[in-house]
């Protein structure tokens, strides 16, 4: 089974001036990650397996909290698929990609 999902991660914090350090830093940790990802202007589409996904979720809203954000609204839209489904492949008519990626 092959899975892409994309997150948008709007976190809550006293700080309203700081939310895009945060979110820079959750975009840290997904390069971090190993995963394929695109990093789009409202939210970031990565490959994976299902449990890769789940707790790279789970690893994102953890690493708001201990930022101290009050919440977090986290949005994910998730395809699976039988046969394999790539971010390159669905972006190849748009972007130019790496031989490597």
Same mark, same amino acid.
């Given at each position: 089974? +092959?899975?892409?999902?994309?997150?948008? %991660?709007?976190?809550?914090?006293?700080?309203?001036? $700081?939310?895009?350090?945060?979110?820079?830093?959750?975009?840290?940790?997904?390069? +971090?990650?190993? *995963?394929?990802?695109?990093?789009?202007p409202?939210? /970031? /589409?990565?490959?994976?397996?299902?449990?890769? *996904?789940?707790?790279?979720? $789970? #690893?994102? &809203?953890?690493?708001? &909290?201990?930022?101290?954000?009050?919440?977090?609204?986290? +949005?994910?839209? %998730?395809?699976?698929?039988?046969? #394999?489904?790539?971010? $390159?492949?669905?972006? #190849?008519?748009?972007?130019e990609?790496?031989e490597?990626?």
């Amino acid at each position: 089974m +092959n899975y892409i999902m994309s997150v948008q %991660l709007l976190p809550q914090h006293p700080s309203q001036s $700081k939310l895009f350090s945060y979110i820079d830093s959750s975009i840290d940790i997904i390069e +971090n990650s190993g *995963l394929t990802h695109f990093v789009g202007p409202m939210e /970031t /589409t990565i490959e994976g397996s299902i449990d890769e *996904l789940l707790n790279l979720v $789970k #690893k994102l &809203n953890s690493h708001l &909290n201990e930022e101290g954000c009050d919440s977090v609204i986290t +949005n994910i839209k %998730l395809v699976q698929s039988n046969e #394999k489904v790539a971010i $390159k492949d669905i972006l #190849k008519d748009y972007y130019e990609f790496d031989e490597e990626e």
